[in-house]
């Protein structure tokens, strides 16, 4: 059993930068793959970043690329998603998940999930 708790969202303008957090509880965080997903208002949950249990394996969504990264520290059971040049359209609640699994980017595929952060970025 794993319990997920996000942290850093918050209002940002566009070009700005966030840096959120998803702490971990359960012993077993260190072999899941850890994985962020949003959903704006009105629109689906879609996936944003994905790392696999070891950290070397990561996938991004083509919206985010070159602009997000998303990373891990198994010792203190925490994942990060750092965002910059943001822009109004990465508005969203940003949520956290974990699953046995490799860097799959269905939330199906997820068995644990945080409650959410929302991140607002003004225009």
């Known amino acids: 059993q794993v319990q997920l708790v996000e942290s850093g969202g918050g209002l940002v303008q566009t070009g700005g930068s966030l840096r959120l957090s998803c702490a971990a509880s359960?012993?077993?965080?260190?072999?899941?793959?850890m994985a962020w997903f949003r959903q704006a208002p009105g629109k689906e949950r879609d996936f944003v970043a994905s790392?696999?249990?070891?950290?070397?394996?990561?996938r991004y969504a083509d919206s985010v690329k070159g602009r997000f990264t998303i990373s891990r520290e198994n010792a203190k059971k925490t994942a990060y998603l750092q965002m910059s040049n943001l822009k109004p359209e990465d508005t969203a609640v940003y949520y956290c998940?974990?699953?046995?699994?490799?860097?799959?980017?269905?939330?199906?595929?997820?068995?644990?999930w945080g409650q959410g952060t929302q991140v607002t970025v003004s225009s």
């Open positions: 998940a974990a699953g046995d699994t490799y860097v799959n980017t269905a939330s199906r595929q997820y068995d644990y």
């Open positions: 359960g012993r077993t965080f260190s072999s899941y793959a």
């Open positions: 790392i696999h249990w070891y950290g070397s394996t990561t």
